[in-house]
DNA sequence: CGAAATTTTGACCGGATGGACAAACGTTAG
DNA sequence: CTAACGTTTGTCCATCCGGTCAAAATTTCG
């Protein structure tokens, strides 16, 4: 009997986990450039190589897809923040955070537009983990940080929107990439661009936070 | 006989100017929140009080509504950055303009939030407008600040990705609004969360921008 | 007023879309 | 080999949605 393939035990098979694979990577292609219900089904099936109902097979909604999407993203979208520690160097440690940042927009910019796009929209399925998991997390983040202001270590200032803003300007380049490349034209907009924000944004936050001497 | 209300000379009653007043303000009301293909006509129609076949008369297609208010949006989005002053202080210039694009966010969040779908969208429908009118304010202005930069009155840098900086920290305010809410939480994220945003940029990018002594 | 023009409405259409289903096909293991 | 289980497909359905149309209601203006 075909029972649920996402029943919660996930005994799966390997063709079940592979092909579940496939149409996560379809649905991410498809979902980050046309938002939840720009998408069809159909779109992510052929994306995927397959049938619709043999997609449908596999999730059985297409809310299901975007859910387990989600819940994947929100782990490695979260782990550059949760790296930043306490006891190293706080420069070198927003240096490393804002570089790790940038790479992500770069190196996986649709799962930063999937994000922005349910944010966006009022963030309908992920509001409890944007103030359980998240809050916590940047609250913890925020503690460190001012640790560091109160000892002198860095300028003071808002922890709260020091991270808002590194978490602004780097997906900038993931989300609103169309733009900085239409901005930066044909020269100046190719691979090369991630490196001058990169440099920029070094500059911007270390020369604010740097202690005047 | 019913012509176009949509002709290329606008000779429209008192009737249809307040109508499709009425029209745009629903139809940015759905779609910023919506994004073009999540919003549906009846939504619009329902928004501004009136049946669907009724909005059609005063606007004969769904795009018809989102390249108006697209049209509109423009203007009035890149203004501030069109202020910005060749002859001013640099840094009271800058702060003004910052100041000005975080008002933005604050009062018109949801003109933030259609433009940022259109973006996230990979700009389908205002590309050419990119690569041309906010192309060329975008060079002139970078040239200002360049000028500024050489003359020494602020830190050399970037001069592009700083006005993306501003940018991305602004509008961030409106369109990941509920993701700031969540994060600052019931006490702090009040409308004072603007207060703070301006203070705290405010205090990067004059720390960062003004020149070292 | 009354005719002409404008505005509003209800009914309708065709295509897209999410999803159901059963039958056909493939795979695996006893 | 073959029975049980897993996979794939074609077909079908109900709903939604963008848009049309003609007739009814209303406004405008001579």
Redesign the interface.
Known sequence: MTASVEASAPRRTRIQKEKRELILEAALEVFS??????ATIDQIAEAAGMSKPNLLYYFRRKEDIHETLMQRLLDTWLAPLRELDDVGDPLTELRAYIRRKLEMARDFPRES?LF??E?????PRI?PM??GE??TL?DDKAAVIRGWMRAGRI?E??P???I??I???T???A??D???R????PE?GGEERFE??A???E???V???APRT
């Open positions: 450039a046309n938002g939840f219900r720009g537009r922005a796009n944010i966006l929209q009022g963030a509001m944007l103030e998240l809050k940047v300028v200032t808002d709260y929107h020091l808002f803003s978490w602004a300007t997906q900038h380049y989300d609103f169309v733009q900085v239409a901005v930066l034209g100046r001058d924000a440099c920029f944004l500059q911007l936050f020369g604010a936070l």
